[in-house]
């Protein structure tokens, strides 16, 4: 994938988080570990559970209303829904038709993407090239995961990991010296044993056999995992400064998916960037999967870290195995008053 032509920019993004926290100090209650093991080995302090009524698309819908709002873009005014999830509502329909018609965007085409927790830059991606083409004026990517719900509470191996929560952009055009400046998008299904939900689908239909046997739980062999993270972590930053014809010493803010701090910090020293440059929310809300970077990028626009015409690099890999980068120099549409 090449340069835009066409420049794509955010306008706007909301998160949201479910309100129940459960600490580290809490799931030594119920599963063999500690706090201290949690936080020296992946930095995770706490995490959020969303409430039993609350289902992704639900999460997705706050943070999109809160998106729209920041981006000043009404629902009828979406053409596209994109919603990037590894734990939809269900196996169809898609959780981004129900995110469609719970918003009112009676305009908009809707479709889920699954690519792990890459899932939130394929979306970006894509949602990029239909407005670079002019197939579309403006797209919704939600992210949202309830991960809580889909894993086995006896495994200190991954039940400590992750957690709950929701991220939207809304993306439009951007001027030409703004936006998008690369994109890469990478996979390797050879590695798809080494995370995943083996149940529940056309290979293993949902059967007392599957319960017994607990294949409607993610599995994972973290060890594995964390390798090929740190390399494509590292792979996806260097692709997407390369293809925009750059190097880590341009590079102003990292927005690095958040699975372990130990990760984030390679990454970073890779690129030779000062933590103070470096979104982290581990501690607060574990992995949330495709929800975790624009939980982060929130969050650093909030903290004032993230300011127009800063080049901002987002990475992430995942279940395929998935990875990405994208590469945007920010547009900050409010201050350059809207759209
Ligand atoms: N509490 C206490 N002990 C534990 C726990 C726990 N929660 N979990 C594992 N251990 C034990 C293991 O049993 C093992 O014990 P043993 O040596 O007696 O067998 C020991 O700790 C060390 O286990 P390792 O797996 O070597 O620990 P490591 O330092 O590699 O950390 C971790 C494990 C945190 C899972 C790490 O490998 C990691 O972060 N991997 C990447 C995971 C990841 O990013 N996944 C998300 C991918 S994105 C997506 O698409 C969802």
Not at 1 to 28: D, F, H
Not at 80 to 103: G, R
Not at 129 to 140: E, H, K, M, P
Request: proline share 3%; glycine share 10%; with cysteine.
């Amino acid at each position: 994938m090449n340069s835009e032509k066409s420049r794509v920019g955010i306008a706007g993004v909301g998160t949201y988080v479910p309100e129940r926290v459960l600490t580290n100090l809490q799931l030594q209650e119920i599963v063999d570990t500690s706090d201290q093991w949690i936080r020296s080995r992946t930095g995770i302090c706490e995490r959020r559970v969303a409430a039993d009524d609350e289902a992704a698309s639900d999460l997705a819908l706050h943070a999109s209303r809160r998106a729209l709002a920041n981006a000043g873009v009404g629902p009828d005014e979406l053409d596209l829904v994109i919603m990037a999830t590894n734990t939809p509502d269900m196996l169809f329909p898609a959780s981004a038709c129900l995110l469609q018609d719970k918003l009112g965007a009676k305009n908009a085409g809707a479709f889920d993407l699954l690519a792990g927790c890459t899932g939130f830059i394929y979306g970006m991606a894509v949602a990029s090239q239909f407005i670079a083409a002019g197939t579309a004026r403006n797209v919704l990517v939600a992210g949202s995961e309830v991960l809580t719900r889909i894993l086995n509470w006896k495994d200190r191996n991954t039940c400590v990991l992750f957690g709950d929560g929701a991220g939207s952009v809304v993306m439009t055009k951007a001027p030409d010296d703004r936006g998008i400046l690369s994109v890469a998008l990478g996979s390797d299904g050879s590695g798809g044993d080494l995370l995943k939900l083996p149940a529940g689908g056309s290979l293993f239909p949902a059967s007392t056999e599957t319960v017994a046997r607990g294949q409607h739980y993610l599995q994972m062999n973290g060890r594995e995992v964390f390798k090929f993270a740190v390399r494509a972590m590292e792979d996806s930053a260097g692709e997407v400064l390369r293809r925009a014809g750059l190097t880590g010493a341009d590079v102003d803010f990292l927005i690095p998916h958040q699975a372990n701090t130990r990760i984030i910090e390679h990454a970073a020293k890779k690129m030779n960037l000062p933590m103070d440059r470096v979104a982290v929310n581990v501690d607060r809300y574990g992995n949330t999967s495709a929800a975790s970077i624009p939980l982060a990028l929130e969050e650093s626009l909030q903290a004032g870290k993230i300011k127009d015409g800063d080049n901002v690099v987002m990475v992430g890999f995942g279940a395929g195995l998935t990875w990405a980068g994208l590469l945007i120099k920010w547009y900050d549409y409010k201050a350059n008053n809207g759209r």
